[in-house]
């Protein structure tokens, strides 16, 4: 066996084959190797710039739609435009701000806006509230509760404030129907100053209550249950626990909704616009709930006014801002103390 | 690379399990709602419901029968006729193909731009990241009337007056809806599959294919339909751009029924009553669903 090994395979020789052999073969591996370098500089390229392409979509957009108008809204509002020739603007530095700061009408509107707002948050965000804390016990049927609470959120501005102009009439509609059968005298909810802004504000708050108590709940599903745990133990009642486990657990989120039902309450518009009898854009007959949107509608549309109604909207933007900021200082604090 | 990636299951399905608590510690959702409970919820419930059916009872009645007290409680005969009429009278069959077209279109673009822009933003590194999405968070505050005034400018200026598309462009963009897949992405897509794909040699738009859009889809789907109902129920811009006569929505349709001298009621509670349904119907099917995407989306921050 191993004499014929021996005269077989002469190892030398096999062995200066091999390099032989190999040349041939190492222009592939080069090859690979540039192949693999060119992948990874795509790749690289890949990691790189993708999430730039796949972000920018929406900035080109947003570009378009969102920053643009804002900056151009503002350069409009320093000119005199008129709707008939919006290409058309004459420069009138701050005589619009001026102009609508001196107009009985905008601080009504202002007024009117921040009424309505608080008619319509406030008891929005508290109903809201205690409809989460008691969908957040085990009911039966509960996502029928769910869906039927949201089902205002799915009617439009338009539907329901038609039906609400029926339902608030002053002489055969329901509500002073109701109000008659329990004694009191008939509400003229379109031309009285406060019943008016009750019944714009209550379009807002049938169509947001459901879609804020499902939000709350949402939140109050995520609290740990060892916090309840631990103050049950601590023999905190059920009306405790919800005032300092719920109520502190909660508090991000309730900032969050003031501040999304405030910007909401800020731009309140189709509402009163469609609730005016005459479906004009005054805010009923005394401009009894003009908002700061109908407000800059009627500069804007009806007066043919577009370079107001832009320090309207700008007027309205700053103000918001400075919501927002007292809002942030607001939760700082908040965070700080707890 | 055909990898097939199942996507993760449902998050919102996930929270509560509720039985294995101590009874003494029991709070908030352990405890069996007593009769109050479900009597404040049958009274919400009544109060959500009554003012759309109402609709409906109205638009069945005459003007004759409306301007009596007490007003009708119950259906009368008159509920299709009034229906047709409507349906002619404001064009709705029109305005409803258009609405269909400008929420749809809006839908689905919103829908494709969120969830790569969301991906990008919970899942990749890259500069400015932080930044981008404190913008986009920001743009969420801009109220809608500071963009009324230029874009109508702009659609003057490209003589889009009562196209559809003076509606659909501006609704392309959603705030919102990145944020909503960005914060859906950040805990449904883990981290592995990712890297899985990256191992098999996947670029980043076929990770996106194949990995970020099965992941998404329950997702998807709910801010769809989100994007649906509020572009369907939007009003102030189409309002401003298209006319009753040329192109309306269904919205701008619906308002016009209540303007003229003398608005026949009935007619108007039918527009209103055929506008709403659509989307109506829609909650009914898939209300569930909706309910969680809008529980998920509000919160998880």
Known sequence: MSPRHDTAAPPEKEGGAAPADRIPSSTPAEADVRRRARLSRRWQRDMRWSPYAFVSPFFLLFLAFGLFPLIYTGWASLHAVELTAPTDMDWVGLRNYTRIFDDDFFWNAAKNTLTIGIISTVPQLMMAMGLAHILNYKLRGSTFYRVAMLAPYATSIAAASLVFVLLFGRDYGMINWALNAVGFDNIDWQNDKWPSQIAVSSIIIWRWTGYNALIYLAAMQAIPQDLYESAALDGASRWKQFLHVTLPSLRPTILFTVVVSTIGASQVFGEPLLFDANKGASGGAQHQFQTLGLYLYEQGWVNQHLGRASAIAWTMFLILIVIGIVNYVISRRLRASS | ?301
């Open chain 2, 1 to 301: 690379m055909t990898t097939t990636l199942t996507p993760p299951t449902d998050p919102v399905k996930e929270p509560p399990k509720r039985t294995r608590r101590p009874k003494s510690a029991r709070a908030g959702g352990q405890l069996h709602g007593g009769p109050i409970a479900y009597a404040v919820l049958v009274l919400f419930t009544i109060g959500s419901l009554f003012p759309l059916v109402w609709t409906a009872i109205a638009a069945s009645r005459d003007n004759n029968r409306l301007a009596q007290t007490p007003p009708p409680f119950w259906f009368g005969s008159g509920l299709f006729d009034k229906l047709e009429l409507a349906w002619k009278d404001a064009n709705l069959g029109e305005a409803m193909l258009n609405t269909t077209i400008v929420a749809g279109i809006s839908a689905v673009t919103v829908v494709v731009l969120s969830t790569i822009a969301g991906f990008a933003f919970a899942k990749l590194r890259f500069k400015g990241r932080n930044a981008m999405m404190l913008i986009i968070i920001g743009t969420m505050m801009i109220p809608p009337q500071l963009s009324v005034i230029p874009l109508y400018m702009m659609v003057a200026k490209l003589d889009w007056s009562d196209q559809l598309q003076a509606v659909i462009f501006p609704s392309l963009v959603s705030a919102f809806g990145v944020f909503f897949m960005r914060q859906y992405l950040i805990q449904a897509l883990p981290n592995e599959l990712i890297e899985a794909a990256r191992v098999d040699g996947a670029s980043s738009w076929r990770v996106i294919w194949h990995v970020v859009f099965p992941a998404a889809r329950p997702a998807m789907a709910v801010l769809g339909m989100l994007v649906f109902v509020q572009t369907w129920n939007d009003f102030l811009w189409p309002f401003l751009v298209l006319t009753q006569m040329g192109n309306p929505t269904v919205q701008v349709a619906v308002a016009g029924l209540g303007r003229g001298f003398t608005p026949d009621q009935s007619l108007i509670m039918a527009g209103a009553l055929l506008g709403t349904l659509p989307l109506l119907l829609v909650f009914a099917i898939f209300g569930k669903q909706i309910v969680g995407g809008i529980m998920q989306g509000a919160v998880k921050g």
